[in-house]
């Protein structure tokens, strides 16, 4: 081994003068001659590494915005009737902030239900659309993809920084929609209730002129990866040569170029219908509120998969990581993205399995199971990889053996909504919404905060604490077990969904749930202090901390310079090669800078 | 049709060579010569043409032959030729044909999710009567009213747009008749149909009606032009351009030979009131399916 | 081991669906099963090499020995395997789901309206759901004195079915998108204003011609109600402001007390002066939005309303009559009471005009100015 | 078929004229992380694919609406569509086809360096785009509008066979206005085009821009080659 990585001089990061790419050789990070000059750069930035930071911060603060309207769905449902308001006696609950939203004379029962489902609502929009749609693709991918690939930056950089803005104008529209008094149609605008109600309200227009401009923020970011993908792999990089974070990603952008914009002309159909009454879905004047549904879930059945395809795409690289060994059964994972991808579009009536014809409910029903399959054979392959490897249990290995405790029970539950006779049972009622969380928060959530642990040091250049790290981790794990596993159980029982008050039996586990979801949000401030630290004081990270080998590990600094890596990077080694390229017994900060390839002959796997 | 197979055969001959030399050395800058690009749009033209003249044939052959031409075929030769002039589009117009091969599989893949889209949408909404007759149709035809139109005026529920519509215009007729205000071309129509509801059902014609009526021999025809009226703006405001397929192959509507456009149709189903749900009736014969 | 997991998971059912052959409860729980085989077939050895093959602190030893990393033949198995698995479910899960759709011949057609928060069955013989219950037992005395449930006052509709004789809905709405759910009859289907949807079940046993509520535990037999083994009633699709308010109960009747039940409701009024048929459509149609104690709700209460000038929306005041009150029922965006949502349905087509001047004199009566008129007995059919 | 080898046309990453003479065109440099003129061209021309797939996918909606509508209200569908005049429809089609030609040679004369016809091409296309939309709105919107064939609330026409009538019209109106829009969006583009040809940015070795908004143009053309016979040839 010629010499260590920690130590190589040739990726020592900002000290080598490179003769080329003069005044590129500080760090992304540094900040320029002023304040205002800093924040300018940042705000006309085509660098895809601060546009991937700046998206993780705006995905943060809305993730708390929508877990605040979590908190206040559980509030409120700690007791049958006792809304925010005290329906029975109709007396307000004095300083909960909730009941201030209230009308002043006394509040009525179905005052307080509106309230109720005016933040449910909100919770369903902002979380669906606002943060995990654009969760790990837009943040984690923006900042990582160039670099896994080798590549300076995305393939359109201006095109890049339209789609932040495009986020923003979309995230305006809904803020300013929730704040003008909120919607309350449930987060799929089902039809005739989205067009009928609120008449004179502008909110709901509002809310659904913020998905669709959101829509094409995502298919932007889609598209670019796409290009970027195809284009700008360093050379010697097939293919298989990847990341399989990058296949996850290239996945979720498949998906996002071709579903999005149906859901684009959808939500303007429907801003017409609304504003014009012209017919389409509303049953009042001949349309077919069943066309809508198929219309909405066409898309929104392949964006479930834009949230839960990143998530894999983070856990194949922590796995590989943390168990130093290669990912068993690389190309049954690599294809299996591409399966889920593909098998997602032809699967989405399983959703109105109770408002079908007999025909296509049946054949959903059977497809629907073939998407269980690629999902199946990653989990398979991650456990694998386990065997005979180094298991290191950092932060983020133990979210990723959490993600698998998760999304196991996650996937699992969905068979019981594939089969016929139990979703119509089970349709719409609170096992659906632990479904749901389990795949959504317990899988993709969970993973986010993984990686954004994994990548923490590579993004800031800086350590976070271990210790808090963990304790995090065991709050957020317990606390989403608590709040969502009694719904399992209250779902079966026949709860339904969206109820603002309930019959007394399930009293208990809505108890249940709200403690698990006061102990979720103490996990996620520990993690948010933690980074704040870390930012503020934590200690300066080595290039390499985990003994990563893909491009961003190898050949970046921490954090990375403006153009990415010094000299043309050029795939030596597979990403996972981690017996061929270190000898046993290494520390990791000093794992030797792997051997170059022998010209022409490529290490097997 | 004779022209469709050869169009296809040409375009199949097309993509085979295109096959052989296009894919070899993708990306050098092709220069489609001039001849290509005017003997593709002399060809798209003669498509379209023909587009034309196929559906006026089909029109020709049902009336002299009093054939039953079934929906679909007209679907089949319309949908076909259109897809063969936007293949040659996208082969010549936007060089798929030169191209790398990458982008081809890209329109291809956005077909494919199209046709799964619409494919499983339409068998859902398309079988959705084959367990219960009822199930097929709508509550009320046109949709179940109960909501303010562009005028302000609140429709009454269960009464649908169309037949609001046809009420109101009936009144505006009544109230410029007596005004003595003349009718616009396609209230004159209504007029006639009005007239020709009240002969059927056997009621006095008011006298006003048919004084307007006297002098006005085009409204009639356009009224019984195989049942159409065709007031569109394109000068000749009376030329029957085209009239309906004898036969539209759902039977269940009833539209078959073109007449009068039968009184009970013109007025639309009556609602099923309350009691009479079809619940009464098709639900209790079903056979006991083992 | 089944049975007892079975009690904790899923509460008894009363349906066919739930307990006859290719049932839903028996699918639930080969599923559970299968779940929790996979969940230990993967966390076991999750766990097991987490612990096993943990890196030891501070050394950044490789693993000892080079592993296959890939086997066709195991990833061969798990994906057939799993499968064969959802075949099995699948075909099990289309025989139930058949078994709700298609109506057996002999089967009692019931004509359900739902509509912005309530549920209206429609007998073969004209009737309508006659009797309301509250909700739940722990009713707590009002503030005059009356028994208030805790969800405020309301009423739920009964809905009579029979015992073991296939059930057939046939449904429609006649505002926005509702669901029908009966979670102990296993099944759910959603209701359209521009279609009708359907669903089928055979009730199985109405606990004797008493009927044991233990199951339900939640209503208690009143005097002169006629007995049934209840169940609950939800709307499972999201319809507005009282979406969890919009409830019913469904009494799995004896044959005998089935037709006992739909001959006394088919002639409600037999017997009764304007008011009570006055109260009696109101406990059927108007609970839901408007109270009778003077309690605030969706629609302005009906105590003592009856002869005063009332604010509208648009501004002035009307003063609460006969034609008022005609015209709110008949067209009630029309003059809308102010400061209350324009939420009300039309009830044009749903109330007979004896039923309207029933609504009436109930009105007059409770803000005590009863007249003379309002004690005439009720025309019946 | 002339397909002349790039590079006797000009050396693909051929440097810069270093006398910092000649037109933007001639000093064209690719962006930084692209290795050569031709990457360039090609990442631009996937990216412009996967753009037009979102057009067709947008356009899909519109088809599976139409394609349900006319399954489940036949009648409502052929009295309407025999309501509409074909030979407007025809007339448009022509002039949409003329419009894709001259988008297709202002590609080629951009190519070949031709300036002076490259821009009467991108003219044409922009002048035969306005003729659809005037045809489109003086003959056959305002006529309908004033006899009430509009969908929804707005529907006033008292003739109709089937009660699902508005059905038709709405699918008329959205189909036809949110095309007409991407008409308008290409005409937009083509000025902005032809700006750019009147200050020689286009040439043999950068013409992104012209193929770019032809490949547009097409699908234009496409979706309007689909929806002549799906509204006006109906029987």
Known sequence: MSSLPGTNPEQASGADAGAHDQGHDEPYLAPKATWLATVVDWATTIDHKKIGVMYLFAILFMFFLGGVAALGVRVELWEPTRTVVDAAGNTRLEGLALSAMLPDDKPSLSDANDLYNRIFTLHGLIMVFLVIVPSIPASLGNFLLPLMVGAKDVAFPKLNLASWYIYLFGSMFALAAAIGGGVETGWTFYTPYSTSTDEGHWTVVAMIAGAFILGFSSILTGLNFIVTVHKLRAPGMGWFDMPLFVWGIYGTSLIQVLATPVIGITLLLLIFERLFHIGIFDPRLGGDPVLFQHFFWFYSHPVVYVMILPGMAVMSELIAVFTRKKIFGYRAVAFSSLAIAGISFIVWGHHMFTSQGELSATIFSALTFLVALPSAIKVFNWIMTLYKGSIDLKTPMLYALGFLFLFSIGGLTGIYLGALSVDLHLHDTYFVVAHFHYVMMGSTIVAFVGAIHMWWPKMFGKMYNELWGKVGFWLVFLGFNLTFFPQFIMGSHGMPRRYASYVDEFQIYHQLSTIGSFVLLAGFLVHLFNFIHSLVAGPKAPPNPWGGLSMEWTDAGSPPITHNFHHEPVAKHGPYDFDDVYPPQTKPGEFPMPEPAKPGEHPKW | MAHAAHADGSQAHGSGHAAGHGAGHAHEHVIIPMRTLVTVLVLLMTFTGLTVLAANLEIIFATIFELKIPQYINVLVALSIAAVKSIIVAAYFMQLRYDNPLNTMIATFTILVLTFFLGFTMIDLGSRGTLYEYKAEQVIPGGIGGVAIAGGVQVPSNVSIAQFAREQADKKIEQMISEGTPLPKFLGVRLVHIVDELLAAKKPVPVAYAAYLAGKPELFKAAHAHGKDHTDAHGDDYGSAHSSSPDVSRVKTGITLPELVPAGAASGQDAPGRDAGPGTGPGGDDPDPK | MNEWLKGILLKPGNSDLALGDWNVDGLFMFITWLCIGSFIFVMVPMFWWAFRYRRARGAGHMAAVRTPNHNTVLEVTWVVVPLLFMVVVFFWGFKGYMRGQIAKGNAEVINLEAYKWAWEPLYRNGASSGQQVYMDDRRTPGENGALVGKRGNNLFPVIAVPEKTPVKFIMKSRDVMHSFYIPDMRIKMDIFPNRYTSLTFVPQDAGGDLGNNDQAGAVTVTPGEIPGRDHYVFCAEYCGISHSEMAAVMRVMTPSNFDKALETWGDLYKGKNFAEVGAIVHARKCATCHSVDGSKNTGPTWKDAWGKMTPMAVGGSVMYDENYTREAILNPAARLHQGYPNQMPSFAGQLSDNEILGVIAYIRQLSGKTTDADKVPFPSK | ?235
């Open chain 4, 1 to 235: 078929m002339t397909t002349l080898p790039h590079d006797q046309l000009e050396p693909a990453n051929s440097a810069a004229p270093t006398d910092g003479g000649g037109t933007y065109h001639d000093r064209y440099q690719p962006a930084h992380h692209f290795k050569s003129r031709e990457h360039e061209f090609d990442a631009v021309k996937m990216g412009v694919w996967l753009l037009l797939s979102t057009e067709i996918l947008l356009f899909a909606g519109l088809f599976v609406f139409y394609a349900i509508m006319r399954m489940k209200h036949p009648e409502a569908f052929v009295h309407g569509s025999s309501l509409l005049d074909w030979r407007w429809g025809l007339i448009n089609t022509v002039v949409l086809l003329l419009s894709s030609f001259t988008a297709a040679a202002s590609v080629r004369d951009a190519q070949l360096g031709r300036q002076g016809w490259l821009k009467v091409n991108l003219f044409l296309t922009f002048l035969f785009g306005g003729a659809f939309l005037a045809i489109k709105f003086i003959f056959e919107y305002l006529p309908k509008i004033s006899e009430g064939k509009l969908p929804g609330i707005w529907y006033s026409y008292p003739n109709w066979v089937d009660a699902n009538e508005p059905l038709w019209w709405g699918l008329y109106w959205g189909a036809t206005t949110v095309h007409a829009s991407h008409v308008i969006i290409g005409m937009g583009l083509y000025l902005w085009l032809l700006r750019r040809a009147y200050k020689r940015h286009f040439g043999p070795r950068h013409y992104n821009g012209v193929e770019g908004v032809a490949l547009y143009w097409h699908i234009v053309d496409i979706v309007w080659i689909f929806l002549f016979p799906m509204l006006y040839l109906i029987h």
